[in-house]
């Protein structure tokens, strides 16, 4: 059995965005030389997400609008009691929570085993500072 650990950092300059990791995620398997197993893919902070879907403009603005009404972004303390804390970022632990912390993935024959229009995506809810995401590759 074959292992491999990687660390992406991202610093993300707008607040809330979605940037597609797929490339550099496939770049990993490929050096793992793993054949078939599985990648795990987390994103290391609790304002941070990591999910697969479509590499659709339209779709991923919807999301930023739908995640800005569930959990609208507010600085102040009256809204969200973690921001009594002295933070302003308690909207972005709520739509972290709504997107996902990780997602696993199976690679076959050295690749990663997506169905159509799947692609991997690091999401930022509270952006401006450099964050990690964990890449993990274990199989043959």
Known sequence: MKSTTEYLTFNIPARMDFLN??????????KSGVKEGLCLVNAMHITASVFIND????LHEDYKRWLEQLAPFDASPERYHHNRTGEDNAD????????G???????????LDFGPWEQIFYGEFDGRRAKRVLVKIIGD
């Open 21 to 30: 990791i797929t490339g550099q995620v496939e770049q990993i398997v490929a």
């Open 55 to 58: 590499d659709e403009r339209g």
């Open 92 to 99: 972005a632990h709520h739509k972290r929570q709504i997107m």
């Open 101 to 111: 912390r990780e997602v696993v993935c199976a690679i076959t024959k050295g690749k």
